[in-house]
């Protein structure tokens, strides 16, 4: 089992930051990626960034230049982290981190407004 606690969000004005920050801990050795989702109101969940074992990453079109993914990890933990900036009102959402592997886990997930 992975346990997932997720920090971070809130509302910001269009043009802030925010950071989010996901950490797993449990049978963190079956970890070979971490994501972050979103869902916007009444859309279907998307996937906003990934970080794979090794580092590589990805990022959805929308968030290409402005969103950052990351990783720590030591014994116990993994923690994933999303750095969004120049942040827009369509990046309005429910946030959450997912981590894959042999299965895969969910965030409870947190809400980031984006104010006009």
């Known amino acids: 089992q992975v346990q997932l606690v997720q920090s971070g969000g809130g509302l910001v004005q269009a043009g802030g930051s925010l950071r989010l920050s996901c950490a797993a801990s449990?049978?963190?050795?079956?970890?070979?990626?971490m994501r972050w989702y979103r869902q916007a109101p009444g859309k279907q969940r998307d996937l906003v960034a990934e970080?794979?074992?090794?580092?590589?990453?990805?990022?959805a079109d929308s968030v290409k230049g402005r969103f950052a993914i990351s990783m720590s990890r030591d014994a116990t933990k993994i923690t994933v982290y999303l750095q969004m900036n120049s942040l827009k009102p369509e990046d309005t959402a429910v946030y959450s981190c997912?981590?894959?592997?042999?299965?895969?886990?969910w965030g409870k997930g947190t809400l980031v407004t984006v104010s006009s």
């Open positions: 997912n981590a894959g592997g042999a299965r895969s886990y």
């Open positions: 449990g049978s963190i050795f079956s970890i070979n990626a």
């Open positions: 970080i794979i074992s090794g580092g590589a990453t990805n990022y």
